[in-house]
């Protein structure tokens, strides 16, 4: 199982940027995906799990899709500001039962990708 997170870069504020989740080793529909952000200086925080945005401060900017042809999960960010500079993961877990649980210590992790937003 591996993940691979990219898309990552230097944006400008109210720019946007699509992230990507490659998923190897498994298949996505067996799985639940989180999508995790660390400032820094900040402890990681949980930024979306299993397609629902978690993070009030991204609700309204962020979405997440998918496509399970190209095993891959996105992120897409709106409206960014700097305030959202950080190393975003991926990170997955087989699915349990009907509940999808995404939390600090999920079983697989992609390296990170760095999102850093200018003002």
């Known amino acids: 199982v591996q993940l691979q997170a990219s898309g990552g870069g230097l944006v400008q504020s109210g720019d946007s940027l699509r992230l990507s989740c490659v998923a190897s080793g498994f298949t996505l529909a067996e799985y639940v995906i989180g999508w995790f952000r660390q400032a820094p200086g900040k402890e990681r925080e949980g930024v979306s799990c299993?397609?629902?945005t978690l993070l009030e401060s991204v609700k309204g900017r962020f979405t997440i899709s998918s496509d399970n042809a190209k095993n891959t999960v996105y992120l897409h960010m709106n409206s960014l500001k700097p305030e959202d500079t950080a190393v975003y993961y991926c990170?997955?877990?087989?699915?349990?039962?009907?509940?999808?649980?995404?939390?600090?210590?999920?079983?697989?992790w992609g390296e990170g990708t760095l999102v850093t937003v200018s003002s």
């Open positions: 299993d397609g629902a």
């Open positions: 990170a997955a877990e087989r699915r349990r039962g009907l509940l999808a649980l995404c939390h600090q210590g999920m079983d697989h």
